[in-house]
């Protein structure tokens, strides 16, 4: 600490100032006319001088505790060598002493009981021991209770300011930690909503990725197989322009529901959203894709979570996608969902161009896939296969995941209806491949048993493993 920090600590204010000079007004008007007017010695005027000086550092004694108790040291010495007897102007000592010990800190404050401790002794001598050469024993326990009565008057307020001073110090840091405490909560809540924003954003991005991609690569297909089967087929081309017209529907109507999601208020009427794709949905999807990709279903499907059936029906909405914008125009995809007792696998074949194929640019696909199946606990094959084309396999545990509510699945702070939340979609696919899918998973197993659903055209298991390891 430096000279003025610890001359003026910690300043005083208007206010401080005006209390310390109203003090020093009253001692002086109890002390002086009390000795002006019934005091009968032979030097009255110093003692009233001295008096007065005593009491006028008081009016500073917050603004500069150390300068005020010099102020009052000097006169005390002045009125020490003038007057022989106590004098009621001390009490600005117990004043002083207490202003050291509640606003000078560490040992300097201790300088004001040094300096009490030799005035404790200095003033009784003076008073009492006229005559150092001859002390009676009367004189000499005087001496010693005077001693002691000074030096109380010295300590006590002493010990009072020190012990003020702690409590105010640890009042301040209780309140400084409080503060720090409630700053780190508000960044702390403030990370978490912004991660909850940027969890929300995410899911919502691959939800519209999935619809818009899917939906339009759908459209262009039929519309070019559309205009090239017109001039023969043009029951074919009415066809196509239904199955683009039922498509764009759909896909405006999971659009509304998602950008319904985002305008609702707290206090609105919830909107009314229709329910999100099922397995049954499955064969459908498959057929509204292309007449080009089949649909192979072995085992019953089983009650799962809705976010279960999302994921699998978005997991082969997303392949197909793939296989329409990549694999070419001549290639055939096959769909295999194999319900076994503890898992669902998907399995999406082609025999197109693999990585190979057009409008290879990246995109978010596998990895939204790759993000959905992981979170689900399952695990993802995105890889070509050695003869040509691509292979999607998604491996899905009914296990704990499957058994709980949707929204344990999925993220507490998405919004409902929404597929579950990813962490990073910044990542790029490629034509089909993701860098983190891994690509050493077998192939899905098997159950013992094919069964039909609808109309869909079902294929024993076996017909789509040999293709699946060629």
Not at 210 to 216: E, F, G, Q, R, T
Not at 233 to 251: F, K, M, N, Q, S
Not at 366 to 392: D, H, K, S, W
Request: net charge negative; with cysteine.
């Amino acid at each position: 600490m430096n000279m003025r920090a610890l001359l003026f600590p910690p300043g005083a204010s208007k206010h401080d100032w005006v209390l310390d000079a109203a003090l020093a007004v009253a001692l002086g008007l109890f002390v002086v006319p009390v000795y002006l007017f019934s005091y009968r010695t032979s030097s009255p005027p110093s003692l009233i001088v001295t008096s007065a000086f005593m009491l006028v550092p008081l009016v500073w004694r917050r603004h500069s505790p150390i300068l005020s108790l010099a102020g009052v040291c000097m006169a005390a010495l002045a009125q020490l060598v003038v007057v022989d007897v106590p004098t009621a102007s001390l009490v600005a000592l117990p004043v002083i002493a207490y202003t050291m010990a509640r606003w000078i800190p560490g040992h300097a404050a201790r300088t004001v009981v040094v300096v009490g401790g030799v005035g404790s002794l200095l003033g009784p001598w003076r008073w009492l021991l006229p005559d150092p050469s001859a002390v009676s024993a009367q004189q000499a326990i005087s001496f010693m209770l005077a001693v002691m009565v000074c030096l109380g008057l010295v300590v006590t307020p002493y010990a009072v300011g020190r012990r003020v001073r702690e409590s105010s110090q640890a009042h301040d840091q209780a309140v400084a930690s409080a503060e720090e405490r409630y700053r780190a909560l508000m960044i702390e809540r403030d990370q978490q909503a912004r991660l909850a924003e940027s969890r929300v954003r995410t899911q919502i991005a691959r939800e519209l990725h999935d619809i818009v991609a899917h939906s339009l690569s759908v459209m262009i297909v039929q519309a070019e197989g559309g205009r090239a089967a017109a001039a023969k087929r043009p029951e074919a081309a009415t066809d196509a322009l239904v199955t683009i017209a039922d498509t764009g529907r759909e896909a405006l109507g999971e659009m509304r529901r998602i950008v319904g999601v985002l305008r609702s208020e707290p206090h609105a009427t919830a909107p009314d959203f229709a329910p999100a794709p099922r397995l049954l949905d499955i064969p459908d999807l498959v057929s509204r894709t292309s007449d080009r990709a089949r649909l192979t279903v072995a085992g019953t499907p089983p009650k799962v979570t809705q976010a279960m059936e999302l994921t699998v029906y978005r997991v082969v909405q997303e392949a197909l996608t793939n296989f329409l914008k990549h694999a070419g125009p001549q290639a055939q995809a096959t769909v295999t969902l194999t319900y076994n007792p503890r898992d669902i696998t998907v399995d999406v074949l082609d025999d197109g161009l693999g990585d190979h194929g057009p409008d290879h640019e990246p995109g978010h696909g596998l990895r939204g896939m790759n993000e959905r199946v992981t979170a689900m606990g399952g695990r993802l094959i995105a890889r070509p296969r050695p003869a040509g084309g691509f292979q999607v396999t998604a491996v899905l545990p009914l296990g704990r995941r499957a058994t709980t509510d949707y929204g344990a699945s999925a993220e507490p702070d998405a919004p409902a209806g929404l597929g579950a939340p990813t962490d990073d979609d910044t990542a790029d696919d490629g034509a089909h491949v993701s860098p983190d899918i891994p690509t050493d998973l077998g192939a899905p197993a098997q159950p013992d048993t094919p069964t039909q659903s609808g109309t869909t055209d079902y294929a024993t298991p076996t017909d789509v493993e040999g293709e699946r390891h060629d």
